[in-house]
Structure formats: C-alpha cells, structure tokens
T-cell receptor
Framework: DAGVTQTPRHEVAEKGQTIILKCEPVSGHNDLFWYRQTKIQGLELLSYFRSKSLMEDGGAFKDRFKAEMLNSSFSTLKIQPTEPKDSAVYLC???????????FGPGTRLTVL | GDSVTQTEGPVTVSESESLIINCTYSATSIAYPNLFWYVRYPGEGLQLLLKVITAGQKGSSRGFEATYNKETTSFHLQKASVQESDSAVYYCALDLIASSSFSKLVFGQGTSLSVVP
C-alpha cells in the first residue's frame, strides 16, 4: 500500500505569495492531520479532519492558514500570504478512525524569503 | 495543560555506547495517555518507533526500549549499544483520547541524535 504522499517536497516562496501544499492520505484512512515542524517549536498541529469534516483548525494559525479536504483522498494546505516565519517543514499524517497510530508523509520543506 | 518535554538536543554519542533520551509528560485532560516514541531518519518521514498504552509496561523495538512510568510521568527511551544508523531525530508523544472518541498526538520538541564512530 502507498503511504502518505505530499507534494511538493520543497517549496521556495517570496514573502506575500500564496502557496498550496498537497497531501494524499493512506487509502481508507478517515483522519487527516497537518503539522508544522520547526526547530524552535517542534511539531505543532495545524488542522485535523475526520471523514472530511474539520475537527480542529489550529487556533493561532487561523488567519493565514487554511486546510481543506476536497475528498477523502486529497487535502490541501493554503498559506496566504506567506511570511518568512512560515519557513518550516509541513507534515501531513493520516490514520484510521479507530486506530491510534498516525502515518506520516515525508513532509514539504517551505522556505519563505 | 497537556505537554511533553524531552532531552534537549543535539545529543552526540559514540558507537557502542549506551543512550538515554528523557521524556516527561503532563496530561491534564486524560488520566492514562498512550505514549509513543517516533523517529525521523535523515531524508525520511516520521515513523513510529514504539508505543505503550498500559502504565507499568515496557515497549521495545530495534533495540530501543521505554517504560511507561505513571508515578514519575516519564517515558525515557534507552538503548544499551547505539549504532551509527541510529542517528536521527526522536520525538516523544502522548495521545489524548478525548471523550468525543478522536485521538490527537502531542509531541515533544524532538531530540537530534548523532552517533559517531
């Protein structure tokens, strides 16, 4: 089975641009998570979907970050407008609703200049 | 609140030496969280190393082990003899299984480990 897929693997953006990160969860998984990983903050949860419904939108990230799950096999994370402090690795993860373990994608490394 | 604190990295250890990465947690929304160690090898995605869901039990994988200590709220990761291939970033995490029946992971900061010859 294919694991969690994320594209692109690397993204470089100018400050103020709009970028869209993509994620395909493990087939059949109902839960999908977006995390941001930085050296200072570690891993932070941005969004959580269960069966395509948004369960958590990450509070502090609301104003410029928007995650959507267009169907059960595809999700996007839009950052608009980008700021240099958004430079980080963005991880997508999925799990079955009744399982504990999350399966993570390889991440997208975003650099905002 | 719910939080996880780990040994601050980077940690450098010589091959064949023993290793311990400390992890302590605070779980206010759940009495007995499930505990995990995740690992991220260079160039790869984050993957589960081991998990323990019962207080007092020990989990083990790839020579690593960790014991769920409810009294000290700790879940330290140990290995008797490390190898260069163990160089990675290690994340301790707890799973908040809320009453609404979904789970959410809370991660520690991560500990970067370098094993040198």
């Amino acid at each position: 089975d294919a694991g969690v897929t994320q594209t692109p693997r690397h993204e470089v953006a100018e400050k103020g641009q709009t970028i869209i990160l993509k994620c395909e969860p493990v087939s059949g998984h109902n839960d999908l998570f977006w995390y941001r990983q930085t050296k200072i903050q570690g891993l932070e949860l941005l969004s959580y979907f269960r069966s395509k419904s948004l369960m958590e939108d990450g509070g502090a990230f609301k104003d410029r970050f928007k995650a959507e799950m267009l169907n059960s096999s595809f999700s996007t994370l839009k950052i608009q407008p980008t700021e240099p402090k958004d430079s980080a690795v963005y991880l997508c993860a999925s799990s079955l609703a009744w399982e504990i373990e999350q399966y993570f994608g390889p991440g997208t490394r975003l650099t905002v200049l | 609140g719910d939080s996880v604190t780990q040994t601050e990295g980077p940690v450098t250890v010589s091959e064949s030496e023993s290793l311990i990465i400390n992890c302590t947690y605070s779980a206010t929304s759940i009495a007995y969280p499930n505990l995990f160690w995740y690992v991220r090898y260079p160039g790869e995605g984050l993957q589960l190393l081991l998990k323990v869901i019962t207080a007092g039990q020990k989990g083990s994988s790839r020579g690593f082990e960790a014991t769920y200590n409810k009294e000290t709220t700790s879940f330290h990761l140990q290995k008797a003899s490390v190898q260069e291939s163990d160089s990675a970033v290690y994340y301790c995490a707890l799973d908040l299984i809320a009453s609404s029946s979904f789970s959410k992971l809370v991660f520690g900061q991560g500990t970067s480990l370098s094993v040198v010859p």
